[in-house]
């Protein structure tokens, strides 16, 4: 078992947070759904050096599940978690029950419209509702000062951004750059449920987004071939069922006919039933 403070009670993390808050120092918080990789370990390593508190938080959150299957199969290993969480340097871990983060007779939720509707959102009905009503509670609970996001989930991170302006939240939310395995695919929790067939064309995901950022300095601005372009790509990929190639503005995540603005370049692609998302930024 590893040294670190876990707890799985909400009045737990408020008393132990408590003292640290009334002493001036900063809570840096980073939510997680555990089964941590490295991209969740550049999260709390970026809160270490940051802030002078680091909380994490591990939830495997039913409420922006799609399919009760896909929760069951979410890999869970807390005793990992911990070991490597407290390696990166995370000070407290909160690894609540689902009856603790949602009581009977729980029934507010937080939605963000607009934002959530199309990229992930119109596969996922409901999804981003889950998502940000959990991240709500957290904050709550934890009282952060920064909360850190990776942008691997870009979606996410533009939703949750607009929440926290939208509800006058009093935190910084910080944006953190994708850490991706040498092959290029982005890390994942999902990923070790990749057959070993898929795991080896997924990587085109990544090469079909960097085609496209090769085809954007080069002057392209049309967005239908830049998507033809990256679908070309991912047509060598035999597994790969596409859920959508999409060129959207960065901030109201709305598609975009030219690329005459800051735009999110983004890719869902199932191999089998395993879902993997990606994107690049534009600045132009
Ligand atoms: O990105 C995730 O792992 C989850 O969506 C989050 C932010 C922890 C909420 O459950």
Redesign the pocket.
Same mark, same amino acid.
Do not use: A, H
């Given at each position: 078992m590893s040294a670190i403070d876990c707890v799985d009670t909400i009045a737990e993390v408020r008393a132990g947070l408590d003292a640290a808050r009334s002493r001036g120092a900063s809570i840096g918080f980073v939510?997680?759904?555990g089964a941590l990789h490295e991209g969740h370990l550049a999260l709390i390593r970026e809160a270490r050096d940051r802030d002078d508190v680091v909380v994490v =938080?591990i939830?495997?959150?039913p409420t #922006?599940f799609n399919a009760a299957e896909d929760l069951a199969k979410y890999p869970r290993d807390l005793d990992r978690d911990l070991a490597l969480a407290a390696e990166a340097g995370a000070d407290l871990v909160f690894a609540p029950q689902v009856a603790e983060m949602y009581p009977p007779g729980a029934t507010t939720w937080v939605d963000v419209e607009g934002l959530t509707e199309g990229l992930c959102g119109a596969a996922r009905p409901g999804h981003f509702r &889950? %998502?940000c009503t %959990? %991240?709500t509670k957290?904050f709550n609970i934890v009282g952060p000062d920064r909360a850190y996001? &990776?942008e691997k989930?870009a979606q #996410?991170l533009a939703v949750?951004k607009r929440m926290v302006r939208d509800l006058d939240m009093r935190l910084e939310i910080v944006p953190c750059p994708t850490v991706r395995e040498t092959d290029g695919l982005a890390m994942s =929790?999902r990923n070790v449920r990749l057959t070993p067939e898929a795991r080896a064309q997924a990587p085109l995901l990544y090469r079909a987004l960097t085609e496209a950022l090769v085809a954007v300095e080069n002057g392209e601005r049309d967005a239908v071939r830049l998507k033809a372009g990256i679908c070309g790509v991912l047509a060598d990929a035999d597994l790969a069922r596409i859920d959508y190639v999409e060129v959207v503005d960065a901030e109201t995540l709305q598609p975009v006919v030219s690329v005459d603005r800051p735009v999110l370049i983004a890719v869902a692609v199932f191999f089998g039933d395993v879902r993997l998302i990606d994107n690049v930024t534009v600045g132009v």
């Open positions: 939510p997680t759904m =938080s939830f495997v959150n #922006q &889950g %998502v %959990v %991240v957290l996001f &990776g989930d #996410q949750i =929790s």
